[in-house]
């Protein structure tokens, strides 16, 4: 017996020699974690964090380089600020890194993260891709979608027409156009489509709805950051998304009851918009791979609300703000519209290929206030090197794209809005996401579905708000460019300015 315990002794002893060169080895091996701020014992860095984010990741890069860690609570997050971290993290760990960690509020607003954004690769987030990419997202359906976009601007510019001469709100403006078009595109009638101070009321409360979403789900949670005490909800911020889904979700049931009203009336091969798809494929179930049910109707209908109406009215209000800023800049804009398009006709989308200056105006605002500054954060679900440093499965990765597209290094005069700079012959600078330098959409498998709609009434709303009217911001007001973070970058203080018609034809107000 006293040899036996002596044998097991001796055999426990030479396992542990074992282990500890073993992990010793590894250790040696595998690259250390990135720099970063020591941060307090428990909380880490989480109450030295300002509102606004974009600017302090951005501070800490100019200290730790461009690839730093920052412990926030018990999650650890990893900021990378560069074209080739940015390019190692996207293109040649896309898989790794292609997952998202479900914010408390997220699941709340993606009823369970049953939506597109939160999904991870897999049978249901294919499925829902496909639905956004062959059905209203495609080329095709895109194409046969202008009626409705044209009614929505053609109304904005009535709207602003009737208005001329006084005060509006730009970003509200936009909003309700963008908001109209999609509500169109996805149940096929404009939502508030009521008289224009009824759609303006319904815009706004929309807006603000979208605005409260994004921010709740884009600001740091304790819940988030300390798991154990989520239950507590201890910034209320759970309580008040739950207030915000409760809203939304009855503008939603009352939709679909309205359809599944009218859906017996609809004949034969009448267009159908992406609701009709969409429930036809709940009451099949899904489509074979994977299951498709109302909570994933209402989920993909919230993703599509909060990812593609905030950020497209936003940009759209950064690029009137830039441009009234630079009054050389509307007048080459002007000039550009009155060639291609003439003072006696209206913009259609058709002339957007010719605009190739006002495309540029786009992808400049893009650059400069890239509605996602940090894309939507993706989580490591393996671990990984980046940048020569080791990035633990379970981290948090910020891609800093507000940084990188004002890197001196990456950006001649990187603070300067100069359109010019998209019309030479750069590489990528496109919204492909295949220059790292550039990439106000994302880049790899994450990367947005929204795109050829989001330029489309980027391009198509500005195109027509220039054509149509002179701008200028009432007098004793000073434009300012101030950012509030969020989800979606947005102006801190919305662009007031007044229109004035500049087409000599009363009918193209109309
Ligand atoms: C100017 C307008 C827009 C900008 C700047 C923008 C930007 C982005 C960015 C940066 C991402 C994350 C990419 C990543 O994490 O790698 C994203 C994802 C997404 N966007 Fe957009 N977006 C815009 C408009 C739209 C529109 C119009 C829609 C829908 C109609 C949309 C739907 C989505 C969805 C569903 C995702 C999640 C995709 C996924 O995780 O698979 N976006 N967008």
């Given at each position: 017996m006293?040899?036996?315990?002596?044998?097991?002794?001796?055999?426990?002893?030479?396992?542990?020699?074992?282990?500890?060169?073993?992990?010793?080895?590894?250790?040696?091996?595998s690259?250390?974690?990135?720099?970063?701020?020591?941060?307090?014992?428990?909380?880490?860095?989480?109450?030295?964090?300002?509102?606004?984010?974009?600017?302090?990741?951005?501070e800490?890069?100019?200290?730790?380089?461009p690839?730093?860690?920052?412990?926030?609570g018990?999650?650890?997050a990893?900021?990378v600020?560069?074209?080739?971290?940015?390019?190692?993290?996207?293109?040649?760990?896309?898989?790794?890194?292609?997952?998202?960690?479900v914010?408390?509020?997220?699941?709340?607003?993606?009823?369970?993260?049953?939506?597109?954004?939160?999904?991870?690769?897999?049978?249901?987030w294919?499925?829902?891709?496909?639905?956004?990419?062959?059905?209203?997202?495609s080329?095709?359906?895109?194409?046969?979608?202008y009626?409705?976009?044209?009614?929505?601007?053609?109304?904005?510019?009535?709207?602003?027409?009737?208005?001329?001469g006084?005060?509006?709100?730009?970003?509200?403006?936009?909003?309700?156009?963008v908001?109209?078009?999609?509500?169109?595109?996805?149940?096929?009638?404009?939502?508030?489509?009521?008289?224009?101070?009824?759609?303006?009321?319904?815009?706004?409360?929309?807006?603000?709805?979208m605005?409260?979403?994004?921010l709740l789900?884009?600001?740091?949670?304790?819940?988030?950051?300390?798991?154990?005490?989520?239950?507590?909800?201890?910034?209320?911020?759970?309580?008040?998304?739950a207030?915000?889904?409760?809203?939304?979700?009855?503008?939603?049931?009352?939709?679909?009851?309205q359809?599944?009203?009218?859906?017996?009336?609809?004949?034969?091969?009448?267009?159908?918009?992406?609701?009709?798809?969409?429930?036809?494929l709940?009451?099949?179930?899904?489509d074979?791979?994977?299951?498709?049910?109302?909570a994933?109707?209402?989920?993909l209908?919230?993703d599509?609300?909060?990812?593609?109406?905030?950020?497209?009215?936003?940009?759209?209000e950064?690029?009137?703000?830039?441009?009234?800023?630079?009054?050389?800049?509307?007048?080459?804009?002007?000039?550009?519209?009155?060639?291609?398009?003439?003072?006696?006709?209206v913009?259609?989308?058709?002339?957007?290929?010719?605009?190739?200056?006002?495309?540029?105006?786009?992808?400049?605002?893009?650059?400069?206030?890239?509605?996602?500054?940090?894309?939507?954060?993706?989580?490591?679900?393996?671990?990984?090197?980046?940048?020569?440093?080791?990035?633990?499965?379970?981290?948090?990765?910020f891609?800093?794209?507000?940084?990188?597209?004002?890197?001196?290094?990456?950006?001649?005069?990187?603070?300067?809005?100069?359109?010019?700079?998209?019309?030479?012959?750069g590489?990528?600078?496109?919204?492909?996401?295949?220059?790292?330098?550039?990439?106000?959409?994302?880049?790899?498998?994450?990367?947005?579905?929204?795109?050829?709609?989001?330029?489309?009434?980027?391009t198509?709303?500005?195109?027509?708000?220039?054509?149509?009217?002179?701008?200028k911001?009432p007098e004793?007001?000073?434009?300012?460019?101030?950012?509030?973070?969020?989800?979606?970058?947005?102006?801190?203080?919305?662009l007031?300015?007044?229109?004035?018609?500049?087409?000599?034809?009363?009918?193209?107000?109309?």
């Open positions: 006293e040899s036996f315990t002596a044998l097991c002794a001796a055999a426990a002893a030479v396992w542990y020699v074992v282990l500890f060169f073993r992990l010793r080895r590894r250790c040696r091996m690259p250390p974690l990135p720099p970063g701020p020591a941060g307090l014992p428990v909380v880490g860095s989480l109450l030295s964090l300002p509102p606004e984010l974009h600017l302090h990741f951005t800490l890069a100019r200290t730790y380089g690839v730093y860690r920052i412990r926030l018990r999650k650890l990893v900021v600020s560069s074209p080739a971290l940015a390019r190692e993290v996207l293109r040649d760990n896309d898989l790794a890194m292609s997952s998202r960690d914010p408390a509020t997220g699941r709340l607003s993606t009823y369970g993260g049953n939506d597109m954004a939160y999904s991870p690769v897999g049978p249901t294919r499925m829902l891709r496909r639905i956004c990419a062959q059905g209203a997202l080329p095709s359906s895109l194409d046969a979608g009626g409705l976009r044209r009614r929505e601007v053609r109304a904005a510019v009535g709207r602003l027409g009737a208005s001329a006084g005060e509006v709100e730009v970003g509200t403006q936009m909003f309700v156009t908001l109209n078009v999609i509500t169109s595109m996805l149940w096929g009638d404009a939502l508030g489509a009521g008289d224009g101070e009824d759609r303006g009321r319904v815009g706004r409360e929309f807006r603000e709805l605005g409260e979403m994004s789900v884009g600001s740091p949670n304790v819940s988030d950051l300390f798991p154990a005490l989520a239950r507590f909800d201890l910034q209320g911020m759970e309580r008040k998304m207030q915000t889904v409760v809203r939304l979700d009855r503008v939603f049931n009352s939709v679909i009851e359809k599944r009203k009218t859906k017996t009336t609809k004949k034969k091969g009448e267009e159908k918009d992406l609701l009709d798809h969409m429930l036809k709940e009451e099949e179930g899904g074979g791979k994977a299951s498709f049910t109302m994933h109707v209402k989920a209908l919230t599509i609300f909060v990812a593609g109406t905030e950020t497209t009215s936003n940009t759209m950064w690029g009137m703000a830039e441009m009234l800023l630079n009054p050389e800049i509307v007048r080459l804009a002007q000039l550009e519209l009155d060639q291609v398009v003439g003072k006696d006709d913009v259609e989308e058709s002339h957007l290929p010719k605009l190739r200056y006002l495309g540029a105006v786009v992808k400049e605002t893009l650059r400069l206030h890239p509605a996602a500054p940090f894309l939507i954060p993706h989580s490591a679900t393996e671990t990984c090197t980046i940048g020569g440093y080791t990035v633990p499965k379970g981290s948090s990765v891609v800093n794209a507000w940084a990188i597209h004002r890197d001196p290094s990456v950006w001649k005069d990187p603070l300067k809005f100069s359109p010019e700079r998209f019309l030479g012959t590489i990528g600078l496109d919204f492909t996401g295949s220059n790292f330098g550039y990439i106000p959409f994302g880049s790899g498998r994450r990367m947005c579905p929204g795109i050829p709609l989001a330029e489309r009434m980027a198509y709303t500005l195109a027509s708000f220039l054509h149509s009217f002179d701008w911001v004793g007001t000073k434009l300012e460019l101030s950012e509030r973070f969020g989800l979606s970058l947005k102006k801190a203080k919305p007031v300015a007044i229109p004035t018609p500049r087409l000599h034809n009363p009918e193209q107000y109309l």
